[in-house]
């Protein structure tokens, strides 16, 4: 039996096993998907036991999507350049090979639940934490003309700018400071896409002021379920989704990466469902 696995800390939440475990099942491939903890600084050893325990692949999730890399034979091209990795392959002779489908997962789900396409859009980012680099970089290179990154930390912002520089791709960049955000600012854009932890509890505040958004927008909360952002945000007449479609989608790049099979999208969609109420 072959093994997958995803390596986090904390991992216990997540529901990637679920989605993983019904892959498997609806093609009858002899393959198990497990949780595999791991606190950052038992990472650097646990990488090669992983490889000598018989993992074929597993996806990093936080905190570990950077600190992979060094670990890494082959990185792709998008990887390295957003400097994230969430999905490992183990080759043949045991180097292992760094992919990143979030940025993938999300531009599928927002096509799927949104109609929205990157090609020529404008796209605010609200935080620069989490998937925003690999997701960002994604979308400049699938053809969005603007994107704008807002975030308290400016230099993480930056960061991000400088990659979507570095790529190539014909996209302007900008960061910004929240507190820089207009209506007139934030209205210049088709989707607006919240990427902050703000919502996982409530009494969080808002990630930026719902108010400045208009209701010809797309708005997306990467957060699973319905924030308090992303209500006031339909409330005012946006078309909006969470983060579990992009859950689904990166799960099911990630899962074809592994096998070289397409993946049974609406057997992990179910389970997921199921999984996520």
């Known amino acids: 039996m072959d093994r997958y696995g995803v390596m986090g800390w904390p991992v216990a939440h997540s529901k990637s096993p679920v989605m993983h475990k019904a892959?498997?099942?609806?093609?009858?491939?002899?393959?198990?998907?497990?949780?595999?903890?791991?606190?950052?600084?038992?990472?650097?050893?646990?990488?090669?036991?992983?490889?000598?325990?018989?993992?074929?692949?597993?996806?990093?999730?936080?905190?570990?999507?950077?600190?992979?890399?060094?670990?890494?034979?082959?990185?792709?091209?998008?990887?390295?350049?957003?400097?994230?990795?969430?999905?490992?392959?183990?080759?043949?002779?045991?180097?292992?090979?760094?992919?990143?489908?979030?940025?993938?997962?999300l531009r599928m789900a927002l096509k799927e639940e949104l109609g929205f396409s990157c090609d020529g859009a404008s796209i605010l980012f609200v935080g620069a934490g989490g998937a925003a680099s690999a997701v960002a970089l994604h979308f400049a290179l699938a053809g969005a003309a603007r994107i704008s990154i807002a975030n308290r930390s400016l230099d993480k912002a930056e960061a991000i700018c400088a990659a979507i520089v570095a790529s190539g791709a014909n996209c302007r960049s900008q960061a910004l400071s929240p507190h820089s955000l207009t209506r007139d600012l934030v209205g210049e854009h088709d989707l607006v896409i919240q990427c902050t932890s703000l919502g996982l509890k409530p009494d969080d505040p808002m990630p930026m002021d719902p108010g400045l958004l208009a209701p010809y927008q797309l708005v997306c909360d990467m957060i699973y379920g319905l924030t308090p952002f992303r209500r006031a945000a339909s409330a005012l007449g946006c078309a909006t989704c969470d983060g579990r479609g992009m859950l689904l989608h990166q799960g099911a790049r990630a899962w074809e990466i592994w096998t070289g099979q397409p993946a049974p999208l609406e057997a992990m969609r179910e389970a997921l469902q199921k999984a996520l109420g």
Not at 61 to 87: C, F
């Open 23 to 105: 892959a498997f099942a609806a093609t009858g491939i002899d393959a198990d998907y497990d949780l595999i903890p791991c606190q950052p600084e038992a990472f650097d050893a646990r990488i090669p036991q992983l490889v000598s325990e018989g993992y074929r692949g597993w996806n990093c999730t936080v905190p570990h999507k950077n600190a992979i890399l060094k670990h890494l034979d082959e990185i792709d091209p998008e990887a390295r350049l957003a400097g994230s990795v969430n999905t490992v392959k183990v080759l043949p002779d045991g180097r292992l090979s760094g992919f990143s489908t979030d940025g993938y997962g």
